[in-house]
């Protein structure tokens, strides 16, 4: 999830009651909401080390106090004043879990259980970024402003009230969102797991989130292909608009691939891979004896929009000539 709808999420909780734990409560709160994403530092070592370091260790069960903790020393040495330790942490812990189960709600998810297990978990309901839930926080954030106004005009003296009403509403209205949005998907997998596609059944379905509650994405896996479109469960389902993608054989080229670091790297995150395999064009029109091999995930793209991918150049003999990865492509 975006950080802006963790900091939110972490200023509703000091308003409903919980930054009174301690001075400062709502800095801790905030920060904390945030704390699992200081793995973004990752992102200055290249693609490859941010695929394999964000959402790794720091958005995990058994890094989350410390992550607290980090938050409430950063708090301490910026704030220059005493902070009653112990609520303090506990306050924290609150909003790094909030961070985690916000993360848990979109595709990307997260591997709760490093560093025992490298296992992702991912509820596929709502995308990174959210216009629905940004508007959740626009009214729990603007609504005690516009409350204090019209008071003021009319000669009442407000001291913050109202504001752990909103922040308390707000909070609800964000849990009954992704409530509705996990039954909306459960149908939408349903829906595309109930069909054959070229005659297969699906080895497995799934539906990946848009801006839109009542449109998914469904793609389901088949024993040669994937088959992928939309989902709008407010219309007829049709089969015949599925487009179909077709796995590449595990040929001596793949396996080349498969063997370099941008592909193992890769693997470890990808839930949908789809591999390609096609001749590489060295000049336009010209095709030498060499291969292009790529992985996608489904998840963030297709062969038409290729989103996350790792791609490799294998020559004739099977020899890896370059390889590399990339990010990109729908976010969700």
């Known amino acids: 999830m975006d950080n802006l709808t963790h900091s939110v999420v972490g200023l509703f909780l000091a308003r409903a009651g919980f930054k ?15 704390a699992p994403d200081f793995d973004v530092v990752s992102w200055l070592g290249g693609n490859l080390t941010y695929i394999e370091w964000h ?4 958005h995990s069960l058994f890094a989350m106090p410390l ?8 708090i301490r040495v910026l704030g220059r004043q005493p902070l009653r330790w112990w609520p303090a942490w506990l306050i924290a812990m609150l909003g790094v879990a909030s961070h985690l189960l916000l993360d848990l709600t979109n595709v990307y998810g997260v591997r709760l259980l490093l560093p025992f297990s490298g296992r992702w978990f991912h509820w596929d309901i709502t995308p990174v970024i959210d216009l629905t839930i940004w508007a959740i926080a626009l009214l729990g954030i603007a609504a005690p402003a516009l409350g204090r106004l019209v008071g003021s005009e009319i ?8 504001n752990a009403g909103w922040a308390v509403t707000a909070l609800f209205l964000l849990a009954a969102y992704d409530y509705g949005r996990s039954v909306l998907h459960n149908r939408a997998v349903a829906i595309v797991d109930a069909h054959r596609y070229n005659g297969l059944t699906p080895r497995r379905s799934g539906a990946f989130p848009t801006v839109n509650p009542l449109v998914w994405t469904g793609t389901a896996e088949l024993s040669n292909a994937y088959v992928q479109g939309d989902v709008d469960l407010r219309a007829n389902f049709h089969t015949g608009d599925m487009s179909t993608f077709y796995k590449a054989e595990r040929t001596p080229a793949v396996e080349a691939a498969l063997r370099t670091p941008a592909f193992q790297k890769f693997l470890t995150f990808v839930q949908y891979p789809l591999w390609l395999s096609e001749p590489a ?12 091999v790529r992985l ?20 004739e003999k099977n020899q890896v ?7 990109g492509g729908r976010l969700r």
């Open 281 to 292: 064009l060295i000049q336009p029109g010209i095709a030498a004896r060499r291969t292009r």
């Open 55 to 58: 959402r790794h260790i720091t």
């Open 155 to 162: 000669g009442e003296k407000h001291k913050g009230a109202g």
């Open 67 to 74: 992550m607290a903790l980090l938050a409430v020393a950063i």
């Open 321 to 327: 000539l370059e390889s590399s990865f990339r990010l």
């Open 20 to 34: 009174y734990a301690t001075p400062r409560g709502t800095a801790v709160l905030m920060l904390a909401a945030n």
């Open 296 to 315: 996608l995930d489904l998840r963030f793209g297709n062969p038409r929009e290729p989103g996350f991918a790792a791609t490799a150049l294998i020559d």
